[in-house]
Nanobody, 124 residues
Framework: QVQLVESGGGVVQAGGSLRLSCAAS????????MGWFRQGPGKAREFVAV????????SYAESVKGRFTISRDNAKNTGFLQMNSLKPEDTAIYYC?????????????????WGKGTLVTVSS
């Protein structure tokens, strides 16, 4: 059992930055691959970024590559998503998710646990 709580969302103007956090509890965080997904208005949920269990490998959606950075601090049981150069199309509810398997599986949406999300609104 894992509980995930996202925080750090808010309203920011285009070109600005936000850092999202994902606080995990229930089991040792390093046991899990961790990723971020988002769902914009009128859109399906989409993959954003994923990081391996010890942080040695990352993968990003092309739409955010070069602007977003995923990281984790296993000692604090917390994952992060640093979002820079934000665009209005980044507006979405952002969800943290984990699984016990590979980054490839989580990137494809195969998650064991999901957080409830945090809203990011980017104004023009």
């Amino acid at each position: 059992q894992v509980q995930l709580v996202e925080s750090g969302g808010g309203v920011v103007q285009a070109g600005g930055s936000l850092r999202l956090s994902c606080a995990a509890s229930g089991r040792t965080f390093s046991t899990y691959t961790m990723g971020w997904f988002r769902q914009g208005p009128g859109k399906a949920r989409e993959f954003v970024a994923v990081i391996s269990k010890l942080g040695s490998a990352t993968s990003y959606a092309e739409s955010v590559k070069g602007r977003f950075t995923i990281s984790r601090d296993n000692a604090k049981n917390t994952g992060f998503l640093q979002m820079n150069s934000l665009k209005p199309e980044d507006t979405a509810i952002y969800y943290c998710a984990v699984n016990s398997n590979s980054t490839e599986q989580l990137r494809g949406g195969l998650a064991a646990y999901w957080g409830k999300g945090t809203l990011v609104t980017v104004s023009s």
